[in-house]
């Protein structure tokens, strides 16, 4: 096991190669994937994983905002970009770093080709979305007709593909529902596709989509949480191995009498001779308040170690008067023991929720395990 001197998150770079490959084999040799990178690669490292993405195959990335790709471009990063979420005010931007803009609305179809325009650009890659029941982002059925109209001689843009995103594809008392999505996205997309000079793709999975309705994969899908090891689903969640681990060292050990107290508000007091360790990471680094009291857990030497009392901003405090341990043991925040579902499970959250809260002062670190 790799030697820990401080708090770090680490990333098995081979993990997300077996996720990738895994989620390959659910789908035709012809279905592109799309690796969503968004978010710091949910909360990892985006461009390590880009890159590593890259190599594996991906024929495409997404990420929410326009900074997010541009920090990937920063970097190196080649590889077609997807933003999922621009805003108008990055239009300049996107079209600068050579990033493909997912079009939403009339203002932002409209306000795009104006900066195209502008800036003299020839079929420009964009990307239009259709709302299908999530009523968050995208173009309504009632919206087509206007839109063909706005784009079918426009030379600045290229439709290269055509999107929706489906409400509850982990949810399976939603099937009914999920098929209504579906069938209305291939109806948007068949109406509107009968109008342009070129085939855009099509694609409306995410990873739980992938496992449930694969038949409704199309020319691509879009993955997220899968890549990162989770399948939202104990059944799913076995197939993948989760790509980051959180792990820290003992920084100091305190013997408590009964009566003595651990933290800020006295949130444990002793009932019993008690050992508390002190580990250096706390909310300030993504571990939730809501872990407090006993809530959450961490793994020292393979025992579980329960939180005392309330979670510091840049510590806590664990229980481990039943384990033998020193000052700058290794301990296991998350990983495979505890993993991220049961300790999201504990405080009613996701692993999606967990793992981009891990904040910025968290050091990274690759390994291949
Ligand atoms: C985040 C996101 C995804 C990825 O979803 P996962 O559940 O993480 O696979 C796909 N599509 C859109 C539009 C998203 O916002």
Not at 1 to 15: C, F, G, K, P, V
Not at 40 to 69: F, H, K, M, P
Not at 161 to 169: E, G, R
Not at 224 to 239: A, S
């Amino acid at each position: 096991m790799s030697e820990i001197h401080e708090t770090t998150l680490e990333l098995d770079l081979n993990a997300l190669g077996h996720n990738y490959r895994y989620i390959k084999s659910k789908l035709n040799p012809e279905t592109a994937i799309m690796g969503v990178v968004k978010a710091g690669g949910y909360g990892s490292d985006s461009v390590e994983i880009a890159r590593e993405l890259d190599t594996l195959g991906v024929e495409y990335l997404a990420v929410a905002y326009t900074r997010e790709g541009v920090e990937l471009r920063d970097h190196d990063i080649q590889t077609p970009i997807m933003v999922l979420h621009p805003l108008p005010h990055h239009f300049k931007t996107i079209i600068d770093r050579c990033l493909e803009p997912s079009l939403y609305s009339f203002e932002t179809l409209k306000d795009f080709v104006a900066q195209a325009r502008k800036m003299k650009q020839k079929r420009y890659p964009v990307h239009l979305k259709f709302n299908t029941g999530l009523n968050r982002l995208g173009f309504q059925q009632d919206d087509l007709s206007e839109i063909k109209a706005l784009i079918v001689s426009e030379p600045s843009i290229e439709v290269r593909s055509v999107f929706s995103h489906l409400a509850a594809t982990e949810d399976k008392n939603q099937r009914h529902f999920t098929l209504e999505q579906i069938e209305q996205f291939e109806q948007m997309a068949n109406y509107l596709e009968s109008s342009l000079p070129n085939a855009p793709r099509r694609h409306i999975l995410n990873t739980s989509g992938v496992l449930n309705y694969p038949q409704s994969q199309f020319d691509m899908v879009r993955c997220g949480i899968g890549l990162y090891g989770f399948g939202n689903d104990p059944e799913f969640d076995q197939n993948f191995k989760p790509v980051a681990s959180l792990k820290t060292i003992i920084s100091q050990i305190h013997h408590l009498k009964p009566g003595e107290s651990v933290g800020y508000n006295r949130g444990y007091v002793a009932d019993k001779p008690t050992r508390s360790a002190t580990l250096p990471l706390g909310h300030a680094d993504g571990i939730f308040r809501a872990f407090g009291q006993g809530k959450g857990w961490v793994t020292i030497g393979g025992e579980k170690a329960p939180i005392l009392g309330n979670v510091c901003m840049d510590m806590i405090m664990v229980d481990v008067s039943n384990i033998n341990c020193e000052t700058g043991d290794t301990v296991i925040v998350f990983g495979e023991n505890p993993n991220l579902v049961q300790l999201a499970e504990s405080i009613d959250t996701i692993p999606y929720e967990l793992l981009t809260a891990i904040s910025g002062r968290v050091i990274r670190k690759l390994v291949r395990n």
